[in-house]
């Protein structure tokens, strides 16, 4: 079929038009149907599908997710477990203050069982923190190099947690440098340690809301 032909059709005689004319008629109509059908139905659902899809993949890595922290329970709980119990072991190397006393003597007789002579034991202010108080001691101490090394191994063995911070040692009488671990010279001449000493002791709930409302 050609061009003059295709002009010769009459639109209001359809049933005459010829065999490859209605064919073609009935394409280009299947054509308009397909593109009206797929903008006003199917790409609105394609769309839909395309984020349904995505839904599905975080919905399936959220439920491995959870199936995995399912799997491993009965481990987390027993973590957790184990997590209380070291911690109650820490709070129990905390004193109460019923016990800050007598753990001052300890620390006290810790330096005295190690051969050093204290000039100066002071306690400080106590300092409260979250769920602990802090207790700085100013010491000062006379005595032999391994005298300082026995007292901190002393301090270190003590059943309550207790640090040492700010440590000078220096010849007595002579000047030091904060925070030397090296022997100063003098082989045999009495040396002097300035040292801040804290313990810790363990707040219950009612006294570590009224120091953090303070």
Same mark, same amino acid.
């Given at each position: 079929m050609d061009l003059n032909? %295709?002009?010769?059709?009459? %639109?209001?005689d359809i049933g005459g038009w010829p065999s490859a004319? &209605? =064919?073609?008629?009935?394409?280009?109509l299947c054509a308009i149907l397909a593109g009206a059908w797929y903008y006003f139905f199917t790409k609105d659902q394609l769309v839909r599908l395309e984020t349904v899809g995505r839904e599905e993949?975080?919905?399936r890595q959220t439920f491995e997710s959870k199936q995995q922290k399912a799997a491993n329970l009965y481990a987390y709980r027993q973590q957790l477990e184990e997590m209380k119990e070291t911690f109650g072991a820490m709070l129990r190397q905390l004193p109460d203050k019923t016990e800050v006393a007598?753990?001052? +003597?300890? !620390? #006290?007789?810790?330096?005295l069982?190690?051969? %050093?002579?204290?000039?100066?034991?002071?306690p400080s202010k106590e300092l409260q &923190?979250?769920?602990?108080? @802090? %207790?700085?001691?100013?010491? $000062? +101490?006379? /005595?032999?190099? *391994? @005298?300082? /090394?026995?007292?901190i191994s002393g301090l270190a063995a003590l059943p309550r947690i207790v640090t040492i *911070?700010? +440590?000078?040692?220096? !010849?007595?009488?002579?000047?030091? #440098?904060?925070? #030397?671990?090296? $022997?100063? #010279?003098?082989?045999? =001449?009495p040396l002097k340690l300035n040292a801040t000493v804290k313990t810790y002791?363990?707040?219950?709930?009612?006294a570590a809301q009224g120091g953090s409302s303070q």
């Open positions: 032909q %295709l002009n010769e059709l009459d %639109l209001q004319a &209605k =064919a073609m008629l009935i394409l280009l993949v975080a919905l007598t753990l001052l +003597v300890d !620390v #006290s007789q810790t330096g069982a190690a051969g %050093l002579e204290f000039e100066l034991f002071q &923190k979250d769920f602990y108080a @802090e %207790l700085p001691i100013d010491i $000062r +101490v006379t /005595g032999q190099y *391994h @005298e300082f /090394g026995n007292f *911070h700010n +440590v000078n040692i220096e !010849v007595a009488g002579g000047k030091g #440098s904060k925070g #030397s671990t090296s $022997r100063p #010279s003098g082989d045999g =001449a002791r363990y707040l219950d709930e009612e």
